[in-house]
Nanobody
Framework: QVQLVESGGGLVQAGGSLRLSCTAS????????IAWFRQAPGKEREFVGS???????YYADSMKGRLSISRDNAKTTAYLIMNSLKPEDTAVYYC??????????????????WGQGIQVTVSS
């Protein structure tokens, strides 16, 4: 069982930047793809971006050009850096690990492990 813990969320002004971290408990972190999702009030959880073990990255069209995903396997930590934040980016952000099926890369069903989520609020 892998436990994921997100950190780095909070309140930021529109146009600002934020870095979220996702730290895994397991030593096999380097074998897992990592993804980020978000869920705004009253909306479905949606894909934000992901990074494979080989270094490939995938980003949601709504956030392309404004975010990057990286990882530090030695620290078993993944990062989501978001720039030029907008009020509509306000949501609870979740990290997920271990892609079960590449055909489901962009869906919550595609990942085995999940963090508890962290709030990101962007003020206008």
């Amino acid at each position: 069982q892998v436990q994921l813990v997100e950190s780095g969320g909070g309140l930021v002004q529109a146009g600002g930047s934020l870095r979220l971290s996702c730290t895994a408990s397991a030593g096999t972190f380097n074998t897992y793809s990592i993804a980020w999702f978000r869920q705004a009030p009253g909306k479905e959880r949606e894909f934000v971006g992901s990074g494979s073990t080989g270094g490939s990255t995938y980003y949601a069209d709504s956030m392309k050009g404004r975010l990057s995903i990286s990882r530090d396997n030695a620290k078993t930590t993944a990062y989501l850096i978001m720039n030029s934040l907008k009020p509509e980016d306000t949501a609870v952000y979740y990290c997920a690990a271990h892609l079960l099926d590449t055909r489901r890369r962009y869906t919550r069903e595609g990942y085995q492990y999940w963090g508890q989520g962290i709030q990101v609020t962007v003020s206008s």
